[in-house]
C-alpha cells in the first residue's frame, strides 16, 4: 500500500473511445504527477500539478487532457488515442518541491 | 539535473549481498543522489538517497565516494522479491514540484 491509488489498472479501448484514468492519494500530498512508461523506455513525465495548478506539461499531445480538482485527485481524460499511445499510465505525489514522489501502481492501457 | 550511468543489467544469489554501482560524474554540490526501484507490474517504490555521507535504512545502504562521482546501492540479504529495475537519479533535494527523471537502470534478478 502506496499511499497512491489508481483506477482503473486495466482498460481496453478503442481508439474513438473516451475514457478516464483516475488518481487518488492519501497522504496529504500537495503536488501530483503523470507519467507514461512504454515497452522497453523509461517512464516520461507528462504532466505536473502543484497545489492544483497545471505547473508542467512535456509537450503532451491533446488526446489526453488532465484534471485536477483538488490535491487529492487527479484524472487523465483520454480520447481518440491511438495504438502508440498503449503503455502503463502512472501517478505519483509529493510534498512540493520534494524529490520523494509515491507512486501508485498504475493503469494498463491497450488501445484497439 | 546531473545524467547518472548504470549497468543494464545484474544477477546475484538469494542471500548474498547486491551491490548496484551508479556513476553520476558531472553531479553538482547541492545535488542528492536517490535511489528508486520498480518491481514487475508496480510503480516505483522510493529507497533511500543521500547527499555525501553513507546511509541506511531498513532497506539498503548506500555508499558515496569522496568525490561524489559515483555511488553504490547495497541490499545486504537480497530475496527473490528484490528482483526489479532499480533506478539511480541525481536531482536537487527541493524547489519548485518538478518530475524526477528515470533513465533506463539496472535489472536486477535475484536468482535461488
Known amino acids: 500500500e502506496t499511499g497512491v491509488t489508481q483506477t482503473p489498472r486495466h482498460l481496453v479501448m478503442g481508439m474513438t473511445n473516451k475514457k478516464s484514468l483516475k488518481c487518488e492519494q492519501h497522504?496529504?500530498?500537495?503536488?501530483m504527477y503523470w507519467y507514461k512508461q512504454s515497452a522497453k523506455k523509461p517512464l516520461e513525465l507528462m504532466f505536473v500539478?502543484?497545489?492544483?495548478?497545471?505547473?508542467e506539461n512535456n509537450s503532451v499531445p491533446s488526446r489526453f487532457s488532465p484534471e485536477c480538482p483538488n490535491s487529492s485527485h487527479l484524472f487523465l481524460h483520454l480520447h481518440t488515442l491511438q495504438p502508440e499511445d498503449s503503455a502503463l499510465y502512472l501517478c505519483?505525489?509529493?510534498?512540493?518541491?520534494?524529490?520523494?514522489?509515491?507512486f501508485g501502481d498504475g493503469t494498463r492501457l491497450s488501445i484497439l | 539535473d546531473a545524467k547518472t550511468t548504470q549497468p543494464t543489467s545484474m544477477d546475484c544469489a538469494e542471500g548474498r549481498a547486491a551491490n548496484l554501482p551508479c556513476n553520476h560524474s558531472?553531479?553538482?554540490?547541492?545535488?542528492?543522489v536517490y535511489w528508486y526501484r520498480q518491481i514487475h507490474s508496480q510503480g516505483p517504490q522510493y529507497i533511500i538517497h543521500?547527499?555525501?555521507n553513507n546511509e541506511t535504512n531498513e532497506m539498503a545502504s548506500l555508499i558515496i565516494t569522496e568525490d561524489r562521482k559515483s555511488s553504490t546501492l547495497i541490499l545486504p540479504h537480497a530475496t527473490l522479491r528484490d528482483t526489479a529495475v532499480y533506478y539511480c537519479i541525481v536531482r536537487v533535494l527541493s524547489g519548485s514540484a518538478r518530475q524526477l527523471t528515470f533513465g533506463s537502470g539496472t535489472q536486477l534478478t535475484v536468482l535461488p
Open positions: 500539478y502543484n497545489f492544483k495548478e497545471q505547473t
Open positions: 497522504l496529504g500530498h500537495n503536488a
Open positions: 558531472t553531479i553538482s554540490g547541492n545535488e542528492y
Open positions: 543521500g547527499l555525501k
Open positions: 505519483a505525489s509529493s510534498q512540493e518541491g520534494t524529490a520523494l514522489q509515491h
